[in-house]
């Protein structure tokens, strides 16, 4: 028997919209019940795009009190994933958030903390892991084919910092700049084809860019792993 998923989703922009194929390549086993954005026109156009009316809420707290939402997708700015997720767990939904997970280690150990005292499951979004590009060189590693692997070396440029942003899109307090925005993704992959467990990290980052002093445009880690 297919159980149906009834989904809610915290935030209807760009990340939001980007789910929009998935949502209806799984939509005998996904069900999307319910919106939260405190913009309504945003919300009017995801329903558009997804071609069919959804309930629309003006809060978090709102979609995570209805009780036709099973879980729910945290797509809210970067700065309030910590918040959305913790309403949700005690709320009893479960959840999938968008990357970064939060914008410190102690939002993280709070929410890490809720999960765990609601019994909710959890699942940090938007992973490049489960790309098939990126499973099949993982399957050639864990086949042994190329030997033991010793070094995994990752590089990517792009004009992340020189596209039109808005002022919290530049603003590592608010989860943004490069590493909040571009590292995770490279260290997704680099942790899913390295095994996982990282014994230490070393990284440094700049801010280059004088129009935008308050958030970073590049950085550089080493991973070491167990």
Same mark, same amino acid.
């Given at each position: 028997?297919?159980?149906?998923? $009834?989904?809610?989703?915290?935030?209807?922009?760009?990340?939001? !919209?980007?789910?929009?194929?998935?949502?209806?390549?799984?939509?005998?086993?996904?069900? !999307?019940?319910? !919106?939260?954005?405190? =913009?309504?026109?945003?919300?009017?156009?995801?329903?558009? =795009?997804? &071609?069919?009316?959804?309930?629309?809420?003006?809060?978090?707290? @709102?979609?995570?009190?209805?009780? *036709?939402? *099973?879980?729910? %997708?945290?797509?809210?700015?970067?700065?309030?994933?910590?918040?959305?997720?913790?309403?949700?767990?005690?709320?009893?939904?479960?959840?999938?958030?968008?990357?970064?997970?939060?914008?410190? !280690? @102690?939002?993280?150990?709070?929410?890490?903390?809720?999960?765990?005292?609601?019994?909710?499951?959890?699942? #940090?979004?938007?992973?490049?892991?489960?790309?098939?590009?990126? =499973?099949?060189?993982?399957?050639? +590693?864990?086949?042994?084919?190329?030997?033991?692997?010793?070094? +995994?070396?990752?590089?990517? /440029?792009?004009? /992340?910092?020189?596209?039109?942003?808005?002022?919290?899109?530049?603003?590592?307090? #608010? &989860?943004?700049?490069?590493?909040?925005? #571009?590292?995770?993704?490279?260290? *997704?992959?680099? $942790?899913?084809?390295?095994?996982?467990?990282? $014994?230490?990290? $070393?990284?440094?980052?700049?801010? %280059? @860019?004088?129009?935008?002093?308050?958030?970073?445009?590049?950085?550089?880690?080493?991973? @070491?792993?167990?």
């Amino acid at each position: 028997m297919t159980t149906t998923l $009834r989904l809610g989703i915290a935030g209807t922009g760009i990340a939001a !919209l980007q789910v929009l194929p998935h949502l209806a390549q799984l939509s005998d086993r996904i069900a !999307l019940t319910a !919106l939260a954005d405190a =913009r309504r026109e945003n919300m009017e156009f995801f329903c558009e =795009r997804y &071609g069919r009316p959804v309930a629309m809420c003006g809060s978090v707290e @709102e979609l995570c009190a209805r009780p *036709d939402v *099973d879980a729910l %997708w945290v797509a809210s700015p970067n700065a309030l994933h910590a918040e959305h997720t913790i309403l949700a767990a005690r709320n009893g939904k479960h959840v999938i958030c968008e990357k970064p997970m939060a914008v410190s !280690l @102690e939002q993280c150990a709070a929410m890490v903390e809720a999960v765990e005292r609601h019994g909710i499951k959890f699942v #940090q979004g938007h992973s490049k892991a489960y790309d098939t590009p990126i =499973r099949k060189m993982g399957e050639i +590693i864990a086949s042994g084919e190329l030997g033991r692997v010793v070094h +995994i070396q990752t590089w990517n /440029w792009n004009d /992340w910092l020189l596209r039109a942003l808005v002022q919290s899109e530049v603003d590592t307090a #608010q &989860g943004s700049g490069v590493v909040f925005r #571009q590292g995770p993704h490279q260290t *997704d992959i680099v $942790r899913f084809l390295g095994g996982g467990l990282v $014994r230490s990290v $070393r990284a440094v980052a700049g801010r %280059w @860019e004088p129009h935008f002093p308050d958030a970073e445009g590049n950085y550089t880690a080493m991973l @070491e792993f167990d």
